[in-house]
C-alpha cells in the first residue's frame, strides 16, 4: 500500500459537502494531487470524502482504509482508487501511520484519537519523525493547552508543525519529502 510521497489527512467524518471544513478538505486534496502526493484517509465520508475526491478530480491517487467492523453500517467514500480494508481499529490506525507525513484537519474525537497517537509514537521513538502538519487555530489552542496542562515539553511540542491554511501545507511538505511524481 505505501508509496513514497505518501500522506495521510485526518479529520471529521460528520462534515457536509456544504460546510466549510469540507470545502477547505476538498482543496487540500486537490493540492496534495497537484502537488504529486499519493493521499491516503479513512475512506469514508466528511473531511475524508472532500479530500479523497480533491484528489481524484486531480488525477491523483488516493488510498482509503476502512475497517471490515464496521462495514455493515458505512461504505466507503466513491473517490477512492484503492481500499484497503482493515480487520479492526489497531489495524486501521497501523495503516493509515504508514505514510511519509500526515495532515490533521478540524475533526472530532477520532481525528484527536489519530493525532494523538501519531504525535505519541513520535515521542517514543516507536516511529520514525515525519511531518504531522496541524492546519488551523484550533490545533494551535490545543498544543497550548496539552503544554500547560499535561507533560508536554517543547521538546515533543517540537514534533508537530502547524499551518493556517490548507495552501499552506504542500509547500511545507515539499521541504521535507519529495512527491511520488
Not at 66 to 84: D, F, G, H, I, K
Amino acid at each position: 500500500m505505501r508509496k513514497s510521497g505518501q500522506v495521510t489527512v485526518f479529520g471529521s467524518s460528520k462534515v457536509s459537502p456544504t460546510e466549510e471544513p469540507y470545502q477547505q478538505a476538498l482543496r487540500l486534496g486537490r493540492l496534495l494531487a497537484e502537488a504529486g502526493y499519493a493521499v491516503c484517509s479513512g475512506g469514508y465520508g466528511g473531511v475524508m470524502e472532500a479530500v479523497s475526491r480533491g484528489a481524484a478530480e486531480a488525477g491523483g491517487t488516493v488510498i482509503g482504509v476502512t475497517m471490515e467492523t464496521w462495514s455493515p453500517r458505512l461504505r466507503a467514500n466513491p473517490w477512492l482508487s484503492q481500499e484497503v480494508v482493515a480487520p479492526h481499529l489497531f489495524d486501521r490506525m497501523r495503516r493509515l501511520i504508514a505514510s511519509d507525513a500526515y495532515v490533521a484537519m478540524p475533526g472530532g474525537l477520532g481525528t484527536l484519537g489519530e493525532v494523538a497517537v501519531t504525535w505519541n509514537l513520535f515521542q517514543t521513538d516507536s516511529i520514525p519523525v515525519r511531518p504531522l502538519i496541524l492546519v488551523g487555530d484550533l490545533w494551535r489552542g490545543f498544543v497550548q493547552y496539552v503544554q500547560r496542562e499535561f507533560r508536554v515539553d517543547g521538546r515533543d511540542a517540537a514534533l508537530v508543525r502547524f499551518a493556517d491554511t490548507v495552501e499552506e501545507v504542500a509547500p511545507l511538505l515539499r521541504q521535507v519529502i519529495p512527491p511520488t511524481a
